[in-house]
Structure formats: C-alpha cells, structure tokens
C-alpha cells in the first residue's frame, strides 16, 4: 500500500497553537483523511498573504500553508476516479503532486480562489496517472481520446438508468445502440467513429503474453508460444548468415590456409561424396597414396581441423 505523507511544515510554538503540526507523516489512509479533514481551511485574506509571500520570496512555509489547507480537496476530487480500480492511497498522492504544482504556479492577483485554479491540475496528475497505470497498452493519446475516456463511462451509466424506466428497453445494455453512440458524439464534440473506437478498447481487457507456470512446474501455454516468429527474431537472422557464411565462404578460406596435403586429407574425408552416397577416401587409402602409415594420417587430419577450427574462429 503507498505511504502518503503530509509535509512538515514546521511547529510554531504548542502544538494546540499551531494546527500544521498535528499531523505527523502517516501510512494509514483513513488516518491520513481524517488528519486532512481537520485541518483548518484559510481565508481569503491568509490566501493572498501566503501566496504573495510565495510568490515574491520564494516562502516554502507559505507554500506548506497553501498545500495543507487544500489537502481535503485532493482527497474529495480522487474519490471520482476510485471506479478505475486503481488504489485511492495513489489516486491521492498523485493529486498532491498536481496540488503542489498548482500552489507553485498560483497567481494571486488574478482574483481565483486557489481551490478553482487548483482542480484542474490536481485532475490533470489523476488522469495522467489513470492513463498509464489503467492498462499495460495506453487506450488514450489524443484529446479527443482522452475526453471520450473519463466520460464514456459516466454517460452510459446515464443511458443504463434510462433504459432501466423504459420497459422496451434493449437487453444488451453493455452495448451503445446507434442513437446513444450519436448523442455521445455530439455531447462530446468528437465523432461517433472515435466513440465506437473508444468504447471497444475499454471493453476488451488485458492478455497475458507470458503466462505463469502451472501448478506441475511447467511453463503454461500462451499467446507467446505462437505469436514469436524465430525466423525473423534479430539475432537469429545475425546467427544464420553468419552461419551460412562460415559454411561456405569461411569453409574455403580456412583450406586455403591449408597445405597441399593436409587440403587433399580434408576434402576426401569430410568434404568428398561419391554419387552412390558413400563418403572420400579411407585413411589406410590415403596412407597408400602419401607413402605414409594410416596413424600418420590422422595425425595430420586432426591437426588440419585444429588449424581450420581456429581459422573459422577469428572470421566470427
């Protein structure tokens, strides 16, 4: 579970005198809302103060002040998204992150209480969160997306509680018939396209590519069995020409390196095929054409394979 923390705004004085100090840092989520909620709201007049304070000299402790005093709004504006099955501990934390951001940017002089100026950014680090914690795959970049998402849900919950009064309502609630897809579109500014497009994605759910072993040990089977195509996996292409390579081209710069009769004991042993299949010479035969025992021989073998083995290797 996240940790939420409040910022330590320093004691001045008891702490019955000053209220900011009553609220050590806290782990507990119903601890942490009950200590916001009884923190004391400012007025108009201690707004501008400490937002002038900060915005001229830079006052952390002004900023403390603002922060803590608009903390309940967080907290109020994170119980709208609780419908995304994210936790609210982060839902919160995430909104103190557009609190502060509001509070860094506020400008007293344009006569808005911090609490509106405020909502837009505490929503604004919620959907951000939203969007990428929601699912392994982003389902909103643009705009218009992002619209369709945090309000597609809400409208059809709207368009469920009207077929529920209409007895010749269609049994297929879960899906938006063409007249509710069109209003959408229209309510939305987007095009029903888009709306279509939208209610599509979040209806279809997560699948795990990998899946976990099963209860024998073994790897499961999953969509990553048939979906991986080694043919043209990277490094098994890199592996394959460099093997066809070596098999050809390599082969033949490795005999060359070769002398005259280390070369001829190769070739009819390894490399030679007689049209009935049967492979080169024997080594008691090539001991009879060099003049020389069939131990000889295989000495000489053994050691050319070492000489093109090592050849092979400096060309990888």
């Known amino acids: 579970m996240t940790t939420l923390t409040l910022p330590n705004i320093g004691a001045e004085g008891s702490s019955l005198a000053n209220p900011w100090s009553l609220v050590p840092p806290l782990g507990n989520l119903d601890a942490y809302i009950s200590a916001v909620n009884r923190l ?14 900060l915005q001229q000299t830079n ?19 994170s119980r709208q998204y609780l419908g995304y099955g994210l936790p609210h501990a982060d839902l919160i934390q995430e909104g103190n992150i557009g609190l502060m951001k509001a509070v860094r940017r506020f400008d007293p002089n344009q006569g808005v209480r911090l609490v509106s ?3 837009h950014w505490i929503k604004a680090e919620i959907h951000e969160y939203i969007l990428r914690n929601w699912r392994m795959v982003k389902v909103a970049t643009t705009k218009a997306q992002r619209k369709l998402f945090f309000n597609l849900r809400s409208m059809k919950q709207g368009f469920k509680s009207d077929e529920g009064s209409n007895t010749d309502a269609p049994t297929h609630k879960d899906c938006l018939t063409e007249a509710q897809i069109d209003a959408m579109a ?3 500014n987007v095009k029903r396209e888009e709306v279509i497009e939208m209610e599509t994605r979040m209806s279809g759910g997560d699948v795990i590519l990998d899946p976990a072993p099963n209860d024998d040990g073994e790897d499961a089977y ?10 043209n996996e990277p490094t098994a292409v890199i592996e394959s020409h460099q093997r066809d390579y070596l098999s050809s081209d390599g082969i033949a710069m490795a005999l060359n390196a070769l002398d005259a009769r280390s070369r001829k004991i190769v070739e009819e042993r390894w490399l030679k095929v007689n049209d009935d299949g049967s492979g080169g010479m024997t080594l008691h035969d090539l001991a009879a054409e060099f003049g020389v025992s069939a131990e000889r021989v295989r ?6 394979m070492k000489k093109m083995k090592l050849s092979l290797a400096e060309m990888a």
């Open 299 to 304: 000495q000489i073998e053994a050691a050319a």
């Open 117 to 119: 100026y405020a909502m």
């Open 186 to 188: 229209k309510e939305l």
């Open 40 to 53: 004391p709201m400012l007025t108009l007049e201690q707004e501008q103060q400490y937002a002038r304070l």
């Open 59 to 77: 006052d952390l402790d002004a900023a403390g002040k603002l922060i803590m005093s608009h903390l309940r709004l967080v907290v109020s504006v």
């Open 222 to 231: 999953g969509p990553i069995s048939y979906l991986t195509d080694l043919n």
